[in-house]
Nanobody, 119 residues
Framework: QGQLVESGGGSVQAGGSLRLSCAAS????????MAWYRQFPEAERELVAA???????NYRHSASGRFTISRDTAKNTIYLQMNNLRPEDTAIYYC?????????????WGQGTQVTVSS
């Protein structure tokens, strides 16, 4: 349930697109939510986009309108389509899965994938 493997990072010029994938070892519907976070050097991880078990999505303001989070429950995979990338999107992107039970929650993380956007 807890193993997450990201792929799809790389280098792109500003204005370009990338699609990140995150494959889970178990059913993604067993997760309360799944999300993409990113981390800049010497900074804490920040939420980029999330999708709840219900399918409801939410985005950080700077990603809204450019990024789309989606899922394929048959493949137990979530995606982050990133369009119109900007140099300030350069970061390590992490997949997250969260389970919750009786008021407590557990987070699972992938290994991270580097996204580099050049101007």
């Amino acid at each position: 349930q807890g193993q997450l493997v990201e792929s799809g990072g790389g280098s792109v010029q500003a204005g370009g697109s990338l699609r990140l994938s995150c494959a889970a070892s178990g059913s993604i519907l067993s997760m309360t939510s799944m999300a993409w976070y990113r981390q800049f050097p010497e900074a804490e991880r920040e939420l980029v986009a999330a999708i709840a078990r219900t399918g409801k999505t939410n985005y950080r303001h700077s990603a809204s309108g450019r990024f789309t989070i989606s899922r394929d429950t048959a493949k137990n995979t979530i995606y982050l389509q990133m369009n119109n990338l900007r140099p300030e999107d350069t970061a390590i992107y992490y997949c997250n899965g969260r389970t919750s039970q009786s008021g407590s929650f557990s987070d699972y993380w992938g290994q991270g994938t580097q996204v580099t956007v050049s101007s």
